[in-house]
């Protein structure tokens, strides 16, 4: 598939005066990747930055997770200089966590927003009930999150993310999505300028309203926060859901017809890369889960095994020790 980098400008300081937003996630460089018949990739920054994706055609635009209003408003002002006379007609929101679409509201004015029916309860509910991404979690019940209970990207920005200053985070600031216009169960068929588009249930995965999204014309599949290429993954006890179901959900991507795999962070793969990464979850679990059953203790378990087949990936030697935890965890609760 031919890749054509249309646009890559980089924002200076003066950009975020007025609130400094996602000055460590999300906020550039950013960059616009064609990645053929009108589909478009969003880069966002460095590392673990989020991507969005959109489509462009003869009857409107479809945008999916664009992230945070900086990106949101770099977006507007590209579609508005290559695309003058379309407008964006759909918002894909693919989950609730505050990294992917808190600039949804920035194409309020045309858009109609989409999203799994599980969305809106997570929206409304209490931080307990609906935590924000990694292993941030409110440790004492009072609804609102203090610094010394925030973790990896909350705690990064959660001088950001605090909108009123009041040195807490609620619900509503960790999650100011729009609240979706149409929402769908398992599977959801959308046709915009003759170009399919079929919004996918992850399944539980992640969280219980995350979207998959498929361009089989283009046959690209947008992923969400589940899939990894070449890197270790995942701590936080695959996000305390069991492991076969995170397998199980690789699977079911591996029966759709694509050649790019556009994931949510990081780099993009084909599905070879996604059968490897499912294969890395499975020698995980075996290598885990037999030792748990011959006994061992975690420290045992952490001490012998190796899994050097992935030695090249990134973070491996940074993470196994971690990730071998949170296997451990997780089998331990099946």
Same mark, same amino acid.
């Given at each position: 598939m031919r890749l054509q980098i249309i646009k890559t400008i980089l924002f200076g300081a003066g950009i975020f005066i007025s609130s400094s937003i996602f000055a460590q996630f999300g906020s550039g460089p950013f960059s616009l990747t064609e990645l053929g018949d009108g589909l478009y990739q969003v880069n966002t920054g460095p590392a673990v930055s989020p991507v969005s994706i959109f489509l462009v055609t003869?009857?409107?635009?479809?945008?999916?997770?664009?992230?945070?209003?900086?990106?949101?408003?770099?977006?507007?002002e590209q579609l508005?200089?290559?695309?003058?006379?379309?407008q964006v007609r759909y918002v894909i929101e693919s989950h609730y966590h505050w990294d992917h679409i808190r600039g949804a509201e920035t194409f309020s004015d045309t858009a109609v927003y989409v999203s799994h029916m599980n969305m809106p309860e997570n929206l409304a509910a209490s931080i307990q009930e609906a935590p924000p991404p990694g292993d941030t979690r409110d440790e004492n019940g009072d609804?609102?999150?203090d610094r010394n209970e925030a973790r990896t990207g909350t705690l990064q920005?959660?001088?950001?993310?605090?909108?009123?200053?009041?040195g807490f985070l609620s619900q509503a600031e960790l999650a100011p999505a729009v609240v979706p216009d149409i929402v769908f169960s398992d599977e959801m068929q959308l046709m915009l300028g003759g170009k399919r588009i079929t919004l996918l249930w992850a399944g539980n995965r992640h969280t219980n309203d995350l979207v998959d999204v498929y361009?089989?014309?283009?046959?690209?599949?947008?992923?969400?926060?589940?899939?990894?290429i070449n890197r270790m993954c995942c701590n936080f006890q695959f996000d305390r859901r069991p492991l076969d179901t995170w !397998?199980?959900?690789? %699977?079911? +991507? *591996?029966? =759709?017809? #694509?050649?790019?795999?556009?994931?949510?962070?990081?780099?993009?793969?084909?599905?070879?890369?996604? !059968?490897?990464?499912? %294969?890395? +979850? *499975?020698? =995980?679990? #075996?290598?885990v889960s037999s030792r748990i059953a011959d006994g061992m203790s975690l420290e045992e378990i952490q001490s012998d095994v190796s899994l050097e087949a992935y030695a090249n990936w990134?973070?491996?030697?940074?993470?196994?020790?971690?990730i071998i935890e949170s296997a451990y965890g997780s089998l331990m609760l099946e």
């Open positions: 003869d009857e409107g635009i479809l945008i999916v997770d664009p992230p945070n209003p900086a990106t949101a408003e770099w977006i507007q508005q200089e290559l695309f003058p006379d379309q609804g609102l999150l920005n959660f001088d950001a993310l605090d909108r009123n200053g009041d361009f089989p014309d283009h046959k690209v599949l947008f992923a969400g926060d589940y899939v990894w !397998i199980e959900s690789l %699977r079911n +991507l *591996e029966e =759709l017809d #694509f050649d790019l795999l556009v994931n949510s962070h990081y780099e993009s793969g084909s599905k070879a890369d996604l !059968i490897a990464f499912r %294969r890395w +979850l *499975e020698d =995980l679990k #075996f290598a990134a973070n491996f030697d940074t993470q196994l020790e971690a």
